[in-house]
């Protein structure tokens, strides 16, 4: 289910993520295979987080330089 973290993108990530919720809400699950996709989701929870705030800096950092080239 998890494949390598530098190929999908952030939106793939929350369709996974989708995915996971769904065979969660499925009530035929077992406990051991909720358990899985639980912790396969926050997995993916951590990735998507970590991938926001990277770009989140990248965009202060690019607004901060446009400031101080362009002026407020």
Known sequence: ME???TTRTIEE????????????EDRESTLEES??????GMK???????RIDKVEKRIMV???EN???YGS
Not at 13 to 24: D, G, Q, S
Not at 35 to 40: D, R
Not at 44 to 50: A, M, P
């Open 62 to 64: 690019l607004s901060e």
């Open 13 to 24: 990530t929350m369709e996974e993520l989708e995915a996971i919720i769904e065979k969660m």
């Open 35 to 40: 358990f899985a996709c639980f912790e396969t």
């Open 44 to 50: 993916l929870v951590k990735e998507c987080s970590q």
């Open 67 to 69: 400031v101080e080239e």
């Open 3 to 5: 494949e390598n973290k």
